[in-house]
């Protein structure tokens, strides 16, 4: 079973992240689940939300607390928040930064080469969706780094829950997420 | 077909193929979802006919549930909390009326201190209205039992309560399937009440009733509970024939077979109870789950034949008595009286405190070393509650 953790903040769209990857899965055909961590529900309040994804049914319904990933929409919880808490010895970690992982400090992360990357994906979700929406860029990103679903299927479960521009505006997002983590993969 | 659904909305669909003629509801979290879908559908036509009333109050709510479903429509609400306190007194009306009200509770805890998380207090603490209370593990189970709910709120001429955990399972997007509309229609028949309020054919419903016969009414509802105990069954077996899955009744074990402990509990936390069973039976330890799925009527027999092999018992509840201890503990000591089988109380998940795999473990191994107390407070943090303790009045450092 892959189990992932959002960081972020309230209105950046945490728990449509961990929603839309979760029906990526079962359009891949696998089981998956999703579900938020309920927090103050202020905007800009930090925020969890939870995704499972596995070959066979899954039962537990508790928060995750042993993430294989974690996607931290939001640099600034590195300081408040316990973002790494329970990372699996050889998880992943996508960073939503402008100054690559300068953010994490000089906290070394004894986590496996590659499996840290950070993304400037406010600025790429600007450029794309015309909204500081990190999301869709991190979860293309996602599919590149980890392959927990297929871009495609992510791009499908974003026509399923948005349309016109809007689905537009998060397809090109996912894309240009995806194709950051791509292009550095193969250059 | 199944889709990737969001808990709320699974059930707003599922409750409008049950065709309610009246929705009558106030919003509260996390129950919100539900009603708004259902507003929804009510609003675009896709559910008619179906007057959707969105009153001041849970108390107008649930009374307006009660008048409607009395002059004969099939009625439903959803409430949780604090919301269903205040609905409380319309609550006890409605099952002393014999009404078949469906009402979902979104499960949240009970202020004070205010607190929109996760537990059992609020459906706990209207044990004894005589509405009939059913726990969903899953959703698909919360889908499953809303239909199975109206068969047997008509049948048995009691309402009922589907319980599902607020925000675990209400926001939660899993893999569901919601019968289409045909299926849902040959299993559940429009609702024929044998009699109801109409001016062109009068009676009463609600009269005053005296010391002469209340007793006998009070003791209908009772009665008609323990006939439910026949007809759950029933029905969660004409559903399995019908849809293909195993959900409803009254209990439901979980590699019972030869298990020494076994642990009972409701609700959605029974999927981590499993995972955890399955990894302490690879390492050859005999422990088993038992799922109570209906708690009220209290399916005493059948808890006590589940648990006839097991050694020792483990209660997990999301609410207990408070100056007593675990509530549904009780019902389970009631089960096995005479049997001599420790029953140990593991009250968990309070206003939302995750209950995992990872906190029960130790527990389970301390019932099995014999050193778990009768009552315990998973995961309480005993030193905040001791300082607190220590500035009381008098009290003895």
Known sequence: MLQLRFHGRGGQGVVTSAELLAVAAFIDGRHAQAFPSFGSERMGAPVQAFCRIDDAPIRAHEPVSRPDVLVVQDPTLLHHVDVFAGLAADGFVLLNSRHGAAPLGDAELPLPTGHVRALPATDLALEHLGRPLPGPVLLGALAALTHAVRLGSLTAAVEQRFIGATAEGNVAAATAGWEHIGAAAHA | ?397
């Open chain 2, 1 to 397: 077909m199944r889709r990737q659904l969001e808990g709320s909305r699974a059930v707003a669909e599922t409750v409008a193929r049950c065709r309610p003629q009246v929705v009558a509801a106030y919003p509260i979290s996390p129950q919100t979802h539900i009603v708004e879908a259902l507003a929804g559908l009510v609003a675009s036509g896709a559910l008619r006919p179906c007057e959707f009333l969105n009153v001041e109050s849970e108390f107008a709510a649930m009374s307006v549930a009660i008048g409607a479903t009395a002059t004969g429509s099939r009625s439903y609400t959803a409430t949780a909390s604090q919301g269903l306190l205040f609905m409380a007194e319309a609550v006890y009306n409605a099952s002393g009326l014999g009404l078949p009200i469906v009402m979902t509770i979104a499960n949240r805890a009970i202020g004070a201190p205010i607190n929109i998380w996760n537990d059992h207090s609020d459906s706990m603490s209207q044990r004894d209205s005589g509405w009939i209370q059913l726990y969903a593990e899953s959703n698909q189970e919360a889908v499953d039992l809303h239909m199975q709910a109206f068969r047997l709120a008509e049948q048995v001429e009691l309402p009922v309560m589907v319980c599902m955990d607020g925000f675990v399972l209400t926001h939660a997007v899993e893999p569901i399937d919601v019968p289409e509309q045909e299926a849902v229609d040959a299993f559940l028949p429009p609702y024929a009440p044998r009699q109801r309020l109409d001016p062109a054919d009068p009676v009463t419903i609600g009269a005053m009733v005296g010391p002469d016969a209340f007793m006998e009414v009070r003791y209908l509802m009772h009665a008609k509970q323990r006939l439910a105990l026949d007809l759950i069954p029933r029905i969660a077996g004409e559903f399995a024939a019908t849809f293909g899955r195993d959900s409803g009744g009254l209990v439901r074990g979980y590699r019972l077979d030869d298990a020494e402990t076994v642990v009972v509990a409701l609700g959605s936390v029974l999927g981590s109870i499993e995972d955890l069973v399955d990894a302490r039976r690879a390492r050859g330890e005999r422990l088993g789950a038992l799922a109570i799925r209906c708690f009220r009527p209290a399916p005493l027999e059948q808890i006590r034949s589940a648990l006839a092999g097991a050694s020792r018992v483990v209660v997990v509840e999301k609410a207990f008595a408070v100056g007593a201890g675990g509530i549904v503990g009780q019902d389970v000591r009631l089960a096995l009286h005479g049997t001599g089988v420790p029953v140990h109380d593991v009250i968990a998940g309070l206003g939302g405190r995750p209950v995992t795999a990872e906190a029960l473990d130790p527990v389970i191994t301390r019932a099995w070393t014999g050193e778990l107390a009768e009552l315990t407070f998973l995961d309480l943090r005993r030193d905040v509650a001791e300082r607190e303790l220590a500035r009381l009045p008098g009290a003895i450092a």
